[in-house]
């Protein structure tokens, strides 16, 4: 039972382009969502988060948007640079446990 | 910076095998996690602990699985007879615990724990 998903296992993008990468949920109780950015070998590491109050969250060059109709999240990087290849999980909450999306792999292209 | 650290980074085991795999915490956090990663497949939650009892868990977390906090730094996952299926990314987490619900959560490098 997959509450959140995310269709795009993979991305590549131009260095300097826009990466847009999507996630979408299935519980309407989730309040809170979050980004993981994760190299491999290591841990996930905390990017960016919104709460369901907010449409939009901006710190720096990435911006979350979160539409709660559609119950759909987007994680949009400008520009993108070739350091942000990574996998890019998706998270949400509507208590003290995340669901995890499957990751998207972005791959920056110098 | 100060991080979560886990050992070992990789444990091989026999089919119906303890393990016990660690966690060192961010020393003044309150919350502690563990997640696993199955590969190619999403990051699951297993378990939270807080004030020294579990918080909540996932329905992963059978009777095989505990959790403990023997001492002021570490922090155990127990696996008490390991099945193949147990074979993925064991990831510890933890956070401040001011705000729980949206505490940013710094996760370790990961157990990979392999089950033959």
């Known amino acids: 039972d997959q509450q959140v998903k995310q269709n795009s296992p993979s991305l590549s993008v131009q260095e300097g382009r826009i990466s847009i990468l999507n996630c979408d949920y299935t519980n309407s109780m989730f309040d809170y969502f979050l980004w993981y950015k994760k190299y491999p070998a290591e841990g996930p590491t905390f990017l960016i988060s919104i709460s369901s109050i907010k449409d939009k969250n901006e710190d720096g060059r990435f911006t979350v948007f979160l539409n709660k109709s559609a119950k759909h999240l987007s994680l949009h990087i400008v520009p993108s640079q070739p350091g942000d290849s990574a996998v890019y999980f998706c998270a949400a909450s509507g208590g003290n446990q995340f669901y995890f999306g499957t990751g998207t792999s972005l791959t920056v292209i110098p | ?116």
């Open chain 2, 1 to 116: 910076e100060p991080e979560v650290t886990q050992t070992p980074s990789h444990q091989v085991t026999q089919m119906g095998q303890e393990v016990i795999l660690r966690c060192v915490p961010i020393s003044n956090h309150l919350y502690f996690y563990w997640y696993r990663q199955i590969l190619g497949q999403k990051v699951e939650f297993l378990v939270s602990f807080y004030n020294n009892e579990i918080s909540e868990k996932s329905e992963i977390f059978d009777d095989q699985f505990s959790v403990e906090r023997p001492d002021g730094s570490n922090f155990t996952l127990k696996i008490r007879s390991t099945k193949l299926e147990d074979s993925a990314m064991y990831f510890c987490a933890s956070s401040a615990g001011l705000a729980p619900l949206t505490d940013t959560q710094y996760f370790g490098p990961g157990t990979r724990l392999t089950v033959l």
